[in-house]
């Protein structure tokens, strides 16, 4: 069986490099022809680029002038994390060739028995990317079918000027399955009632196999820090339990220095991000991947909800799914209130739902061979 996939795999992201490949490995190990598709629309590649500004900084010139006073020297010296994912690329990524545009798939679409779109952020219309034919695999021309895999919305009301372009997609779509259960409640405020909920494609993986591509850090007896925002009540809570615990914090320095950790990581690939969670002894975090691997690791962790882009519906419906909502905190005074995680349940309830996602991909491949045998 030919399949290919469709997500956002090349944004320097560690969660979106992981999500991608986890999807691509789970179908190769089942037996068939995996690539993803290369897309890179201008609008990627832009956010890329070292002139890349957000709106809100991009508000007056003083305001812009001093965004890039700051963030294009940081820039600058990422470039070797850049190199470090170019190497991750090429080992865990197969690609087809490159697709600057919808208008290059349309003239000139990938062919294949099975199209995946997702996992990860695919669908967030707050973001280009979820307004774009491409991520709802638009752009095919063949018999073939057409599916979703764990696809977010990453919000959990759809703008009601994004409905309708929305709807006209979605039912393009021969199977449909999201990651949230606030996904589900969009679709079906659409009009679609054959939509399921699966896990995220890193849960695809073996535990067993994601620690194969592991290393063991310089660090032990650690607490880790992934914020993708500055936030201060990450800052309040890892130095309070660092205190408590008598633990170093160990950060990932990006565009934000975090001066209040006793060991900063920089340069760092998705081989490093898993890593750093598997020994860790207590992770914070504002991240649904940090999340994701500190649950197949089993680790104690604690998430704390984002303020600059409300994208929590993700993590708080899977936590409460597994019935450990009281891992959000917002404030050190939480931490107490958290209980012991029982991984034995957690594992078990992640295990019922991976089935449900096994089940979901057989149907679709199940269809997809039996409409090729039929041509």
Known sequence: MIIKTITCHNVYNYGASLQAHALMYYLKKLGNDVEIIDYMPLYIRKNLSLWAIGPRWNRNLLIKLAFYAYVVPIRLLQYKTRQKFAIYNRKYFKLTRRYNSIEELNSDPPQADLFFCG????????????????????????????????????????????????????????????????GLNILENLGFTNGIVVVDPVFLKSKEDWLNMCYKPKYSSYILVYD???????????????????????????????????????????????????????????????MAFSLIMNKNFFVVPRTHQKVNSRMKDFLDYLHISDRIITAKSDIGKSKKINYLHVNSAIESLRSISEDYINQCLKTAIHLHDNL
């Open 119 to 182: 996992s990860d952020q695919i669908w967030n219309t707050k973001i280009n990317n979820g307004l774009d034919p491409a991520f709802y695999c638009d752009f095919t021309k063949e018999k073939c079918i057409k599916a979703s895999y764990a696809a977010s919305f990453s919000i959990s009301v759809l703008p009601e000027e994004d409905k309708q372009f929305v709807k006209n997609e979605l039912g393009k779509l021969d199977f449909i399955s999201v990651r949230e259960k606030s």
């Open 228 to 290: 993708q925002e500055n936030n201060a009540t990450i800052k309040e809570i890892a130095q309070h339990l660092s205190v408590e615990e008598k633990k170093k914090i160990v950060a990932f320095k990006d565009l934000y220095p975090r001066n209040y950790a006793h060991y900063q990581e920089k340069y760092t690939d998705p081989i490093d991000f898993i890593s750093l969670i598997t020994y860790a002894d207590v992770v914070i975090t504002n991240s649904f991947h940090c």
